[in-house]
């Protein structure tokens, strides 16, 4: 007589761990909120918004807000600061946000125009983006948007 392993337990446990994994899978969080912009207008003769707020990045690492020099990539401590006084005199004046100004149930400062567009040329790296990116969320703007002008 041969001896013979007996895979009887082997099987049960495999089949426990894959009932738990099968319960547990639904459970994990998996959601990618994205804001779909909306189709352009056929007005041409709209002009840009005077709270749009543009921070645009040069070849040679400068950052620019609304085409006036604040900082470099390497300290970007100008730009929150510059950032965050507007939000603050925004937040004193009153500036709303056109898509926010009528949810009711928002208070006065979540309401406020917070909206910063980055724009890079092609040439500039991901991290050098990323950066500024970031310090932007540091000014507390909300929502960031990649502005692209060419998609050739």
Do not use: H
């Not at 738990?20 to 639904?26: A, N, S």
């Not at 100004?101 to 500039?124: G, Y």
């Amino acid at each position: 007589m041969k001896p013979a392993i007996n895979v009887t337990p082997l099987i049960e446990v495999l089949l426990v761990l894959l009932i738990i994994f099968m319960v547990i899978t639904p459970l994990k969080p998996s959601a990618f909120k994205t804001k779909i912009p909306a189709e352009p207008n056929e007005r041409t003769d709209a002009g840009a918004n005077p709270n749009s707020l543009v921070v645009s990045l040069s070849g040679s690492r400068e950052i620019y807000l609304n085409n006036e020099k604040t900082s470099t990539v390497d300290d970007p401590e100008k730009l929150i600061e510059r950032l965050s006084k507007i939000f603050e005199l925004r937040t004193q004046n009153g500036v709303f946000s056109e898509s926010l100004a009528q949810k009711n149930e928002l208070s006065a400062s979540e309401k406020i125009e917070r909206t910063v567009f980055i724009k890079a040329p092609r040439a500039v790296d991901y991290g050098t983006v990323a950066r500024v990116v970031d310090a932007v969320k540091q000014s507390g703007a909300s929502p960031i948007a990649l502005q692209i002008d060419d998609l050739n």
